[in-house]
């Protein structure tokens, strides 16, 4: 790569789940860590905080009382995510990772910020639902394989056989 070429970018998609959190991990240590101080990439860390509306579902007597507790909750979690986040980052001696938190629906976001960042990589990890809840829930990691202007990679962790 010659000097001032810009690094393709990374765009890793994390929430509060272990799923998200391994993927990150794996993610790190496969493409970054190796490489330090010398990234082969610009990593860009995103969490798509839920908006508390959609977050409630409903609407109807006493969803307006709710709403700002569901609020103060979400943003909670969003501090917790970006937090390990950089704690996980820290750990590998990643330094330099940009980290974004924007509010709405995380299959959205994600493919808005690859556009955004014109981003190589977009990196997702699988919850591993079944056919049923993901038809109900929807999937990230699905949406974004279809959806996204990149490549998608799709981490699942591995299940531990008893």
């Known amino acids: 790569m010659a000097t001032g070429e810009e690094k393709p970018v990374m765009v890793v998609g994390v929430d509060?789940?272990?799923?998200?959190?391994?993927?990150?991990?794996?993610t790190l240590d496969r493409f970054f860590a190796p490489y330090a101080p010398n990234f082969p990439f610009k990593?860009?860390?995103v969490h798509a905080k839920p908006n508390a509306v959609s977050a409630v579902g409903l609407a109807g007597p006493g969803t307006a009382e709710v709403v700002p507790?569901?609020?103060?909750?979400l943003k909670?979690?969003?501090?917790?995510?970006?937090?390990?986040?950089k704690a996980l980052c820290q750990s590998k001696s990643v330094h330099g990772a940009m980290i974004e938190v924007f509010e709405g629906d995380a299959r959205n976001i994600l493919c808005e910020v690859v556009d955004k960042h014109h981003a190589?990589?977009?990196?997702v990890g699988?919850?591993?639902y079944g056919a049923i809840k993901?038809?109900?829930?929807g999937s990230v990691s699905d949406y974004c394989a279809h959806h996204a202007?990149?490549?998608?990679?799709?981490?699942?962790?591995?299940?531990i056989k008893v």
Not at 16 to 26: M, N, V
Not at 120 to 123: G, Q, R
Request: charged share 25%; hydrophobic share 45%.
């Open 76 to 85: 909670h979690t969003a501090v917790k995510v970006v937090d390990k986040a």
């Open 134 to 137: 993901r038809a109900v829930l």
């Open 126 to 128: 699988s919850h591993g």
């Open 149 to 159: 202007h990149c490549s998608v990679m799709i981490v699942k962790k591995p299940k």
């Open 16 to 26: 509060e789940s272990e799923q998200s959190t391994y993927a990150l991990e794996w």
């Open 43 to 45: 990593l860009i860390i």
């Open 120 to 123: 190589s990589l977009l990196v």
């Open 69 to 73: 507790y569901v609020d103060a909750d």
